[in-house]
């Protein structure tokens, strides 16, 4: 797996501390107002009021690879986002290729388990290989491959939505692939913009779930 920051709102923090500005003045700020020592504090306090809103001027674009269809299927759920996913209609698979996979690490403690995976992995893209070379479209051929099959997309999403999506994701309860995602994705936009992404995490303490996972 692996996660690209390809682009972000320049001067993200700077951006939504405007935003946060023209909310209750008349005038535009000046520099002076925007100054980094003032920007940080004035979209801590404004977000701390609740006013999450803001967060939503500064977007954040990243490539995203190696992941498996069963995690891109949860990815893509988040709705406040833009998503370009390579598409099995029209990138073909096999012949030699090799359609690349993700095996969950539960599978790979008994190698019984790992060789009926590869064994079921092995007859889907025979399958595959077998339907195209008889002429069948890419895109009905795809209905053999399994939600292992890895994806690549670009995906953007602004800070407002990404902090819901750590909230979520990040979380112990969260499955085990798109949590991996999510930490990778934390880690480039805590490295970009650390202000806003200062309390970027698992919703702990406001948290929905009936069940404790204290010690899980």
Same mark, same amino acid.
């Given at each position: 797996?692996? /996660?690209?920051?390809?682009?972000s709102t320049p001067?993200?923090? $700077? /951006?939504?501390?405007?935003?946060?500005?023209? !909310?209750?003045?008349?005038?535009? &700020?000046?520099?002076?107002?925007?100054? &980094?020592? $003032? !920007? #940080?504090?004035?979209?801590?306090? /404004?977000?701390?009021? #609740?006013?999450?809103?803001?967060?939503?001027?500064?977007?954040?674009?990243?490539?995203?690879?190696? /992941?498996?269809?069963?995690c891109s299927h949860q990815l893509v759920r988040y709705r406040i986002a833009s998503f370009s996913q390579q598409s099995q209609r029209f990138v073909k698979f096999g012949n030699g290729s090799g359609c690349g996979y993700v095996m969950p690490e539960s599978c790979k403690q008994d190698v019984e388990v790992i060789e009926e995976f590869e064994r079921a992995l092995m007859a889907a893209e025979a399958a595959y290989d077998f339907m195209t070379k008889k002429g069948i479209p890419a895109e009905d051929a795809r209905f053999v491959?399994?939600?292992?099959?890895?994806?690549?997309?670009? %995906?953007? %999403?602004?800070?407002?939505?990404?902090l819901h999506f750590f909230q979520q994701r990040l979380c112990? $309860?969260?499955?085990?692939?798109?949590?991996?995602?999510? %930490?990778?994705?934390?880690?480039?936009?805590?490295? $970009?913009? &650390?202000?806003?992404?200062?309390?970027? #995490? &698992? #919703? !702990?303490?406001n948290c929905k779930e009936k069940r404790s996972c204290q010690g899980e």
């Amino acid at each position: 797996m692996k /996660v690209t920051l390809l682009a972000s709102t320049p001067n993200a923090t $700077k /951006v939504v501390a405007t935003a946060a500005w023209i !909310c209750t003045h008349l005038e535009l &700020p000046t520099e002076a107002d925007l100054h &980094p020592d $003032k !920007c #940080g504090p004035m979209v801590k306090r /404004v977000v701390g009021y #609740g006013h999450t809103s803001i967060l939503e001027h500064a977007s954040f674009t990243f490539a995203i690879e190696g /992941v498996s269809r069963a995690c891109s299927h949860q990815l893509v759920r988040y709705r406040i986002a833009s998503f370009s996913q390579q598409s099995q209609r029209f990138v073909k698979f096999g012949n030699g290729s090799g359609c690349g996979y993700v095996m969950p690490e539960s599978c790979k403690q008994d190698v019984e388990v790992i060789e009926e995976f590869e064994r079921a992995l092995m007859a889907a893209e025979a399958a595959y290989d077998f339907m195209t070379k008889k002429g069948i479209p890419a895109e009905d051929a795809r209905f053999v491959l399994p939600s292992a099959t890895t994806t690549k997309l670009v %995906m953007t %999403m602004n800070a407002r939505e990404l902090l819901h999506f750590f909230q979520q994701r990040l979380c112990i $309860k969260a499955q085990w692939e798109i949590r991996e995602l999510a %930490m990778l994705i934390r880690a480039e936009v805590v490295s $970009k913009e &650390p202000v806003l992404f200062a309390t970027a #995490g &698992p #919703g !702990c303490g406001n948290c929905k779930e009936k069940r404790s996972c204290q010690g899980e």
